[in-house]
């Protein structure tokens, strides 16, 4: 490798910083749960985060007499859990023989051209790889158990947090012949349960991400038909499958919750089973977060942490440049009660 290529790659241009820096302004497009839950990121300088959950309750208080001692007050339970950021690095390398005729055109052009094609690649591992593994983090959040890649668990929410699940809806989409009222009476018990589940606070939209096969049921269920027919939301029977920014299949709104059809997976398994739906809160202050720590470098350790890190060096026999990507971050739900599963029958 010439004393040239390695000024280049010695330079502020190739730096951890600057790689970084250009990762993290290419916009980030992630799959829907990335959009529709509303996460509040925050960057932390430690791998490992503590949560404190305060459990305050709403109880009635009795009359007591004028003047006299009232109802003491109970004190604030307080639970303090550790969870640990998991770290994901996906690494790889540029041959020096890659970069030969790049060299050849001068060294003016060499920083410009170079910098670019290293960049792209860095790029490519983001979106190949980082992106669609914090998306398949995100949609673990909303059912409430986060997996690895390998299908092992991650993090349980609902074990991490001590709660129970409320128990799976049976939508019984494939019944030919359903009693009328039935399916708005669940949507309903569904609305109260996750509002109860809240204990109070107030909420935005109930949102669901369906499966295709439940999406298509409850579509043509005949509730969500008759509701939609002869109004200015017919339209939604016939071409309601297809939105405009790609990143749900279709959407309709029937019982007070927003029903979408999940598009996203990875290696033909989708993220949403088919025969499933995912129902939750969004617009709840503090329901979603997302944690960013530092990377592993010397430069990075007990720094504010960044969505993704980028990094540079020479191989032993300097032939070429090893290339890292890496992202250390943690979704999770503070109050995993209030996430509820469906099935189609």
């Not at 459990?55 to 007499?65: I, M, Q, R, S």
């Not at 001590?162 to 809806?169: I, L, R, S």
Request: aromatic share 8%; glycine share 12%; with cysteine.
């Amino acid at each position: 490798m010439s004393d040239i290529t390695l000024d280049v790659f010695n330079g502020d241009a190739f730096s951890t910083l600057s790689l970084t820096d250009a990762i993290n302004k290419v916009p980030f497009v992630p799959g829907r749960a990335g959009q529709v839950a509303g996460w509040e990121e925050e960057s932390v300088p430690t791998t490992q985060i503590m949560i404190e959950e305060i459990g305050g309750e709403l109880k009635l208080v009795d009359p007591t007499p004028r003047g006299g001692p009232g109802q003491p007050g109970a004190g604030e339970k307080r639970n303090a859990r550790s969870l640990v950021v998991p770290h994901y690095q996906v690494d790889d390398f540029i041959m020096a023989d890659s970069v030969q005729n790049v060299r050849a055109f001068g060294q003016t052009s060499t920083l410009e051209v170079l910098q670019e094609r290293v960049n792209a690649r860095l790029r490519n591992l983001v979106s190949w790889r980082l992106d669609p593994t914090l998306e398949h983090q995100r949609v673990g959040a909303i059912k409430g158990i986060i997996l690895n890649a390998d299908g092992s668990t991650l993090y349980n929410l609902f074990t991490e947090f001590g709660v129970t699940q409320e128990a799976e809806v049976d939508f019984d989409l494939d019944n030919a012949a359903p009693v009328d009222g039935v399916l708005r009476k669940k949507c309903a018990g569904i609305v109260r349960k996750i509002a109860g589940n809240l204990g109070g606070v107030a909420t935005g939209p109930i949102f669901a991400e369906c499966g295709d096969a439940f999406f298509d049921d409850l579509l043509a269920h005949p509730e969500v038909r008759e509701s939609y027919k002869n109004t200015d939301m017919a339209s939604v029977l016939r071409d309601g499958y297809v939105t405009p920014n790609g990143t749900i299949y279709g959407v309709f709104e029937f019982g007070g919750i927003v029903w979408e059809n999940y598009r996203g997976g990875v290696g033909g398994t989708p993220f949403i089973g088919t025969d499933a739906c995912h129902i939750f809160p969004v617009g709840v202050p503090g329901l979603w977060r997302t944690i960013f720590a530092p990377a592993d470098y010397e430069e990075t350790v007990n720094t504010p942490g960044l969505p993704r890190y980028a990094k540079q060096y020479p191989s032993a026999n300097g032939k070429g440049r090893h290339l890292e990507v890496q992202m250390n971050a943690l979704n999770y739900c503070t109050r995993p009660k209030v996430l509820m599963k469906g099935k189609r029958t």
